[in-house]
């Protein structure tokens, strides 16, 4: 079984999520009874292949969460190629993707309509007024650490949008600094060596992981309460990093 979560609201995204529970118990499928394995990510997709057919050691179906495939080209191709070996298993894989392009969530809209799948999709995007720039290469320079890049893709934005859109843009900046916390996370679970996976994949150490995101959370608390502007502080963080 398949089913995608694609973007950043945050109210949608948790809509989603209880649908899919809904949608295993009219199955007769628990959510509760899912043996949940480690996260599978860009970093290690091909550790999705051990679970297209297997089952626990006592028999429970195995859930899978996969998260920001989409973004890369080669584990982009490797969903592609094995989308309708997850759609026939009996186990369950949610790939959660808040940053893939539209192009690549249009692909897999088209893949799971011809099996009649449409409800294991859920569109989570945010509502952008205007569609002609999307905040997301922005993100993906702000995890490769790329200040000159990432401050001028924000101002490409902030003369576009001005003001209209800073907290769909701070949603994405959020749910990217999320992901590259678990990221981290997963992989010291994982016991690889810490610094070695920090410097080698991982642009921020622990310590800056925390530091900067607390500045992500706290920016959107004190522009509603009328602090400061939340634009100009999503440019300030992006000229510290």
């Known amino acids: 079984m398949f089913y995608i979560i694609f973007g950043t609201d945050f109210k949608k995204r948790e809509l989603a999520k209880k649908k899919i529970k809904d949608i295993l118990l009219k199955n007769k499928i628990d959510f509760k009874t899912l043996l949940e394995v480690p996260k599978i990510n860009k970093e290690n997709y091909t550790l999705l292949q051990n679970y297209f057919e297997s089952n626990s050691l006592f028999g429970e179906k195995i859930f899978v969460n996969i998260e920001n495939l989409l973004t890369q080209e080669e584990s982009r191709n490797f969903i592609y190629k094995n989308i309708e070996i997850m759609i026939e298993s009996d186990n369950i894989f949610l790939l959660d993707e808040p940053f893939g392009e539209s192009a690549s969530f249009l692909k897999l809209e088209r893949d799971l309509k011809k099996k009649n799948l449409e409800e294991n999709l ?6 952008i007024i205007k569609k002609d720039i999307e905040p997301f290469y922005l993100c993906e320079l702000i995890e490769r650490r790329d200040k000159k890049l990432a401050w001028q ?8 949008w001005k003001e209209e859109e800073a907290m769909a843009l ?5 749910w990217k600094w999320k992901s590259i916390w678990t990221a981290f996370l997963d992989g010291d679970k994982r016991n690889y060596f810490k610094y070695r996976l920090v410097s080698k994949n991982i642009k921020y150490s622990k310590e800056e992981l925390e530091k900067f995101g607390k ?19 999503i440019e300030r963080f992006i000229l510290k990093i």
């Open 122 to 127: 859920f569109d989570s995007r945010e509502k």
């Open 153 to 160: 893709e924000w101002k490409k934005i902030y003369e576009e």
């Open 170 to 174: 701070h949603g994405a900046i959020w």
């Open 215 to 233: 500045e992500i959370s706290f920016m959107a608390m004190r522009a509603n309460s009328g602090e400061q502007n939340l634009m100009r502080s």
